[in-house]
């Protein structure tokens, strides 16, 4: 793995930053680990869904019912298994 080094960390935001590992019972560097990681998801997210959105564009709307129904089952999904995966923080 590669090390970053981040300089001029202002001293109440690297506070901050110490409190909130502290709360969440994780170490200064796991809690900053875990906030690029989940910085990097998000970024990998994005782009997915942009790539989406290029490939469908010009293509006919999906009826509102439709898209309804496919959320609604989403919504349904993710009650079921995004609780225990919750991060610390969300972007």
């Known amino acids: 793995m590669v090390n ?3 300089r001029d960390v202002p001293p109440d935001d690297l506070e901050e930053l110490r409190s909130a590992a502290i ?6 560097q796991s809690y900053l680990l875990d906030a690029v990681h989940t910085q990097a998801a998000y970024l990998r997210r994005r782009a997915a869904l942009q790539r989406t959105a290029e490939r469908l564009a010009g293509r006919p709307a999906v009826s509102d019912e439709e898209r309804q129904a496919v959320l609604d ?3 349904a999904e ?14």
Do not use: T
């Open 4 to 6: 970053v080094l981040i």
């Open 23 to 28: 709360e969440h019972g994780m170490s200064l």
């Open 73 to 75: 089952v989403l919504d």
């Open 78 to 91: 993710r009650a079921d298994w995004a609780d225990p995966l919750i991060p610390p923080f969300a972007p």
